[in-house]
């Protein structure tokens, strides 16, 4: 019976030392969480205000063609893949994998250690290994990321770029996201208002080839500050369940103890009864 305590004992110290560890991931995730969620906020204006241009570059002008509107089926795709550099975070890695879509020949552009794990196991085609660390990846990597994604594409390396992530929707709910990013096809109707009447120099194909890389990038950072978030918000969930979790534990043991000390008490009490006796 004292063994038996003892062991639950020891269970008890074992989870109380683990949760202090899930309940600090949780406090580090949450103190995180705001800052990713406002880095979302900012970068979006730069996206749109770039998109908007090209947008207005393509639909006002009837003679306009760039290499980087023209769709090549022949060719593979290229996936930009967020995702985590650690573990415990729920689902966050695993849904994201499966939801994307790769065929055969297609090449990967993994950001963060996980995705290039994933991948590399997998036997695809990896871009480059360099960017391991999504905590890590700034604005101007995120430039470079779209100058290279740009001339790969200008090269014929594939037909098509595909930036996969997730997206966060709020605190409780993180969804996979697939945004295409090349071709840049323009499907609204032409309309003609006043920024129809700005003229680019030195030409429109040009302005619009120069803006695409920054586009790119663009779009990548957003991508990676969505991510970012989800990942935490993500982490901070699985903790909070990890805690909950813990402390059901730590409860159902404490009970186990009590009855088996009690159990040991009262056999205790009926040995020294039964030996009075004789």
């Not at 900012?42 to 002008?61: C, M, Q, V, Y």
């Not at 409780?172 to 996201?177: D, F, I, K």
Request: charged share 25%; aromatic share 8%; net charge neutral.
């Amino acid at each position: 019976m004292a063994g038996n305590m003892k062991a639950i004992k020891n269970r008890i110290k074992s989870v109380e030392n683990t949760k202090q560890i899930t309940k600090a991931m949780e406090l580090v995730a949450a103190s995180k969480l705001k800052k990713a969620s406002a880095k979302i906020e900012n970068s979006r204006p730069f996206f749109e205000i770039l998109k908007e241009t090209l947008d207005g570059i393509a639909k006002n002008n009837k003679d306009f063609s760039s290499p980087f509107c023209v769709l090549n089926e022949s060719k593979p795709t290229c996936h930009i893949v967020i995702a985590g550099d650690r573990g415990l975070a729920g689902g966050y890695n695993s849904n994201l994998f499966k939801s994307v879509d790769l065929k055969d020949g297609d090449v990967v552009f993994p950001i963060g250690r996980k995705a290039i794990e994933h991948f590399e196991h997998r036997g695809a085609e990896i871009f480059t290994k360099k960017y391991n660390v999504t905590e890590d990846v700034s604005i101007s990597d995120c430039d470079a990321i779209g100058k290279e994604i740009s001339k790969a594409y200008l090269d014929g390396k594939f037909g098509s770029v595909k930036v996969e992530y997730t997206k966060f929707v709020n605190f409780l709910s993180q969804m996979p996201a697939s945004d295409e990013v090349l071709p840049i096809i323009y499907r609204g109707e032409e309309k003609n208002d006043t920024k129809s009447l700005i003229i680019y120099e030195p030409s429109y194909e040009a302005v619009f080839d120069f803006a695409v890389p920054q586009y790119i990038g663009g779009i990548v950072y957003g991508a990676v500050a969505e991510s970012l978030a989800s990942e935490l918000s993500a982490r901070r969930n699985a903790m909070q369940s990890a805690n909950k979790n813990a402390d059901e534990m730590i409860n159902n043991l404490n009970l186990s103890y009590n009855r088996a000390r009690q159990a040991a008490i009262t056999q205790e009490i009926t040995e020294i009864v039964a030996g009075s006796q004789e």
